[in-house]
């Protein structure tokens, strides 16, 4: 995520959507599930199973159930006991009245015997619950969908979740930002924009950074609106004045990165800049623009290439940016990074395109095994702006910049980028000293140790979820160097120390 100017205009933003959304969908589906309310449906389904997720809507779980999957800052997040391998989002989506009927399909493999399933969602209805085609009692309280299948599900076993769901989605509170997050709907233009807790607001899932899947989107809307995701477009389908976009993304992702961008878009490939960065760049632009009408983004080709050369393979199939009104920021969604358009047209487009394109590998790919090390997102990406400075400008325009910054925070009072508050999680000195932090470690070991230590990290850990201590890991083992003073200092102590003398080899 890229925080400029995102509070004043997340804020706005929030307010716009809840006013433009309407609730007619209850009219005609079961029982709404708001917050604090509970349905339960037992139809077509044992008793036992009913039995079973009726305890659970009364607070009688099981002895010992956990809620979520062990995240101090997000203790409702996630949900233990089994992983999810792939989610199928079929949507259905009336643009006019921003109104959404959907299937999700969660393919997973338990890895404890479980009773019940719980999903995180939150926000929309849910009308029937299938585990292996059957049907299944569930409950939906506050932002729990706890189902029962018809028979116990074994450790080990494969299992197939649909769920079925409707109605209009909106932004939703976050524990970790102070404005509203999810699906966002601005004018004629749907987005999603879900870090870090609010991919749940939109589809069921197992929603933290630790269970990452693959998706297919299948999103079907009237035949004049573009509806693009994550991945690769692999098909479009029109019937009766309707068109279902098929989307597949073949690489694990976490959950918060899934987005749809549905409007009055152009998918606007661009070979010239997919040659120079080895990978296919497609980006979703505002209908009638292309590449040439946001100066800067024709480089981004020239990045990826140069962060590849520095951090290694870019880690997925493709790349690109969609360009969408009233967000007021960036985020780096997996393969498609949302851009505001206020953004696209700055002074500082440059960088974010840097700053969102490193995400890639180090958020993205190498994700986090828990929010409270999200430096390791975003000081990484921070660095990459720095490393682009350099390459542009030269070493001695990277150093003044990072010593004017320092000199900023050092009297700034900010905490610790290794103990963010949870409920301001994304606060400057995550990306700003958290960048330092990694500059540190380069003047401490060397540039060759350094790289080598970012390449095998990110080689190390891609698709995978890691911790601080991962990273220190790999730092000390290739510098051969004690770091644990070093990175405390940075992460932990909350004064800004002095960077180290040039050392390494
Ligand atoms: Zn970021």
């Known amino acids: 995520m890229r925080r400029r100017a995102a509070l004043l205009i997340g804020f706005a933003l929030a307010a716009t959507a809840c006013s433009a959304t309407t609730g007619e969908i209850a009219a005609t589906a079961p029982a709404p599930t708001t917050a604090s309310t509970a349905t339960t449906s037992t139809s077509g389904a044992p008793s036992p199973a009913a039995d079973r997720a009726a305890g659970l809507a009364s607070g009688e779980g099981p002895p010992g159930q956990i809620l979520g999957i062990g995240d101090d800052y997000f203790p409702q997040l996630g949900n233990p006991g089994y992983d999810v391998e792939h989610y199928t989002l079929d949507l259905v989506f009336d643009p006019e009245e921003t109104e959404l009927g959907a299937v999700a399909t969660i393919t997973a493999t338990a890895t404890a015997d479980l009773d019940t399933v719980n999903l995180d969602f939150s926000s929309l209805i849910v009308s029937a619950v299938f585990v292996d085609g059957a049907a299944a009692a569930f409950t939906a309280i506050d932002e729990e969908l706890t189902i029962a299948p018809a028979a116990p599900i074994a450790a080990g076993e494969d299992f197939v979740i649909d769920v079925e769901y409707s109605g209009s989605p909106r932004t939703a509170g976050s524990a970790a930002v102070p404005f509203g997050v999810g699906w966002q709907t601005v004018g004629n233009q749907n987005y999603v924009v879900a870090e870090p807790d609010a991919a ?20 079907n809307v009237p035949e004049d609106v573009v509806a693009a995701a994550n991945g690769t477009l692999v098909d479009r389908l029109t019937d009766l004045g309707r068109v279902t976009w098929v989307w597949e993304l073949d690489s694990p992702m976490a959950s918060y990165l899934a987005t749809v961008v549905i409007g009055d878009f152009t998918i606007v490939e661009d070979p010239a800049a997919g040659a120079v960065a080895g990978v296919p760049i497609r980006h979703v632009l505002p209908a009638g623009t292309t590449v040439t009408d946001w100066p800067g983004l024709e480089r981004l080709g020239e990045m990826v290439a140069f962060l590849a050369e520095l951090f290694g393979p870019y880690p997925f199939a493709n790349y690109g940016i969609a360009v969408v009104n009233g967000f007021g920021a960036a985020l780096e969604n997996q393969t498609l990074s949302l851009f505001d358009r206020n953004v696209a047209r700055s002074f500082y487009f440059e960088d ?16 986090l095994g828990r929010w409270a090390d999200i430096w390791l997102n975003e000081g990484f990406a ?20 990072i010593a004017a910054e320092r000199a900023d925070y050092a009297v700034a009072g900010l905490t610790a980028p290794g103990v963010p508050p949870s409920f301001d999680l994304f606060n400057r000195a995550v990306y700003r000293v958290g960048a330092m932090t990694l500059h540190a470690l380069r003047l401490t070991v060397g540039d060759d140790a350094f790289f080598d230590i970012l390449r095998t990290y990110a080689a190390m850990f891609a698709d995978q979820s890691v911790t601080t201590a991962d990273f220190v890991g790999v730092a000390e083992t290739i510098s051969g160097v004690e770091l644990d003073e070093l990175f405390d200092a940075w992460l932990i102590d909350p004064k800004v120390p002095e960077f180290p003398a040039a050392g390494g080899s």
């Open 352 to 367: 974010v395109l840097v700053h969102e394109a490193a995400h890639q590998w180090f958020g993205n790919s190498v994700s």
């Open 382 to 401: 921070s660095y990459a702006e720095w490393l682009w400075i350099e390459r542009e400008a030269g070493r001695d325009a990277m150093e003044r910049a």
């Open 200 to 219: 749940h607001s939109w589809f069921p899932a197992n929603d933290h950074p630790l269970d990452k899947a693959t998706y297919t989107f299948r999103i």
